[in-house]
């Protein structure tokens, strides 16, 4: 059997993964929590999880993956936005703004996610929908005197659990100092965490045992994948930055309440997405949302297209820090427009070898990204297209955005050229072929009459719209480049 090895963060050890039950490999990735777009930093995690899916696939059958990512639909952070939005003027009661706020999120996020050309997770379960399973763990580890209610509240006692604090190498001492516990007249210690709070009357909640309420955060990830994954599953993923406490606490619950099953077998942690090396988050604010990005609203100034946006990801290990740059975007834009070009038409065949064994080798996508590049240079095309297809990479659903280079036909050229210099109204070619041509030639006329700040103003009018243009001895060649933005070139008319 093909082995794949993967760093399990329980362990701080690369193993091979073997999973419980061939027929059915079980994943589960913490996911959003649904108030706002999607930053980049989110959609890490997102492609990550989404390339390991796929390799999954590839070599347990496509039907024999369970992959499940939840949606965080009740928490603080939505009641803060919604209430914001009452206050902005909103009319509707407060529950039927977070309604819609939660809908249209999830719309947004699969939109985005559809977007990078990750796959749908086979389950995609709302917390909301589980709130009767997460009450009944609730009272399960109540009854196993692993937690306690009080005033409304029912708190998970984190002194009971003797393995706490292992997954992040923490001493439950450590982290009382180091985190930003709350201390509250109803917990008995102040590292206690909440399982059930009680709400108020405009806020969402559910009856339970303790009062009308609505559960913490850590207990809807314990519950879910226990309803729909079961007591041991086979690979829990998320950022690192859910490490501690987010999975240790998902961990103390799901460990206190099903004491045998051992949870989750294999911890997987993506690293942060960084700003000029801090993490890219909404709470420092230097974030920029995936939408932002595909529709050309950031500093670079031009869409990204999702299929570049992937790229980049994966020539960053998974397990190390990475930073956005537009370099990269262009870089690898002009690799994907070639790669796009050399494959167009040819068959898929089956991936190479060499790329499965980069990717089995804990997730190595910048090795596996080599091998594209191999397999590009060796003219394997049929070989390169089916493994950039393994990465989701050169798929039909990605490849809606102008990656054709425009080959520059000399003799056409020299005829429009020729027009253009005899000063004739261009009138073949099509639109935005008729802008840089109209634009060419007024900097032609500019140039003659030596009004070089106007035509120097089309230059660069020019190359911020990422129209490329050499002057050769024959006139002015032409090319769209990757950071081509037709909008631009509209404006410059
Ligand atoms: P949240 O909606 O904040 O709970 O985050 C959803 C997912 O995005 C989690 O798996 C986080 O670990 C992940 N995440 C948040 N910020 C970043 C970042 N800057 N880089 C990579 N992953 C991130
Ligand atoms: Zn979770």
Partial sequence: MFEIRLYNTKTRTKERFEPIDPDNVRMYVCGPTVYDRAHLGNARPVVVFDVLFRL????????????????????????????EMKAAGDARPLEKIIHSLTDETIAWYHADMDALGALRPTKEPRA??????????????????????KDGHVLFRVRSYKDYGKLSGRSVDDMIAGARVEVAP????????????PSTDDLPGWESPWGRGRPGWHIECSAMSHELLGETFDIHGGGIDLQFPHHENEIAQSMCAHPEAGFARFWMHNEMLQVEGRKMSKSLGNFFTVRDLLEGNWSG????????????????????????????????AATLR????????????????????????DLNTAGAVAELHQLSHAQDFSGLLASAQLLGLLTEELADWDWRPRVFDRTVHI?????????????????IDQLVLELLRKRDEARQRKDYTFSDQIRDGLASAGVVVKDTPKGAEWELGPNFDPAKLEGLG
């Fill in 56 to 83: 999954l696939r590839q070599v347990y059958g496509e039907d024999h993956v369970t992959y499940v990512r939840n949606f965080t639909d009740v928490d603080d952070k939505i009641n803060a936005r919604a209430a």
């Fill in 128 to 149: 909301t929908e589980w709130i009767g399973a997460m009450i009944e763990m609730i009272e399960d580890l109540i009854a196993k005197g692993h937690a306690y209610a």
């Fill in 186 to 197: 109803f917990k008995e210690d102040p590292m206690d965490f909440v399982l059930w709070k």
């Fill in 301 to 332: 100034g031009w869409k990204v297209p999702g299929e570049v946006i992937r790229f980049v990801y994966m020539s960053t290990h998974y397990s190390k820090p990475m930073d956005w740059t537009e370099e990269k975007a262009r870089e690898v």
């Fill in 338 to 361: 070639k790669w796009r070009t050399q494959t167009e038409g040819a068959a898929a065949g089956e991936p190479h070898i060499a790329v499965l064994e980069a990717l089995a080798d």
């Fill in 415 to 431: 005829k429009a050229h020729a027009r253009v210099a005899a000063n004739a109204r261009v009138v073949s070619g099509d639109h």
